[in-house]
């Protein structure tokens, strides 16, 4: 019974999040918004790096999330490796700069800005991609940890550190989402790159709260050890 009404004040809390979130949105993310955490996955995994999976996965799955994690993973990591490449050019075109004057000096600071222009933009692209692996990642930790509050029944004390870290957990992804549209709005790209950096913090420390509830729904009582 208890684990009902958590279970139903975890939801309303959710719901609240998501509410909110909706009308903050505009019209266009509204439009993409589903209301099923497993259609919801489904379509990110769709779009995912422009990566495509089965039909008939989702991330209740979990093949769709190693899917997932395997092809996201390595789109950033080629992307991230690009970025690397690019700001070595635009420092090595710099520090030949300081050795010209005049036009010349000046065309090699240009083509040195569009090197950290174009690193920029694949940095941001990067940090998308680890966005999405996290909603991926995050959708399916809370079908996990609903399914084993249903199985466990956990005790008060254990539902009471559980049901802090699922608040926080929800808090942390929601300031994610919303540092993430925030950085659409901004006009410079390190400004956009720095707040990006911010909502990958606040995923990380959301997937990490999770990972303590799943890990503390999952610890046996010490009698049936």
């Given at each position: 019974m208890k684990t009902r009404i958590y279970l139903v004040s975890i939801m309303a809390f959710t719901l609240g999040i998501t509410f909110n979130a909706q009308t903050n949105s505009p019209p266009a993310a509204k439009t993409e918004q589903l209301t099923h955490s497993s259609a919801d996955n489904k379509?990110?995994?769709?779009?995912?790096?422009?990566?495509t999976v089965p039909d008939n996965l989702s991330a209740e799955n979990p093949m769709a999330v190693k899917t997932a994690n395997i092809s996201g993973e390595s789109d950033r990591n080629d992307l991230l490796k690009l970025a690397e490449a690019l700001s070595y050019q635009a420092r090595r075109l710099k520090k030949e700069a300081d050795a010209k004057t005049g036009n010349e000096k000046n065309t090699l600071l240009a083509e040195a800005a569009q090197y950290e222009k174009n690193c920029l933009l694949k940095q941001i692209k990067a940090s998308e991609i680890f966005g999405t692996i996290s909603q991926v990642k995050f959708n399916s930790n809370?079908?996990?940890?609903?399914?084993?509050?249903?199985?466990?029944?956990?005790?008060?004390?254990?539902?009471?550190?559980?049901?802090?870290?699922?608040?926080?957990?929800?808090k942390n992804m929601q300031f994610a989402k919303e540092l993430r549209q925030e950085s659409y709005t901004l006009p410079n790209l390190e400004a956009r790159l720095g707040t990006l950096n911010n909502a990958e913090e606040k995923e990380l420390l959301a997937l990490g709260e999770q990972s303590q509830v799943i890990e503390l729904l999952s610890k046996k009582p010490k009698a049936e050890m």
């Open positions: 379509r990110i995994l769709l779009r995912l790096g422009g990566k809370k079908e996990t940890i609903i399914k084993l509050m249903d199985v466990t029944k956990p005790e008060e004390n254990k539902m009471t550190r559980t049901r802090a870290l699922i608040v926080s957990s929800e």
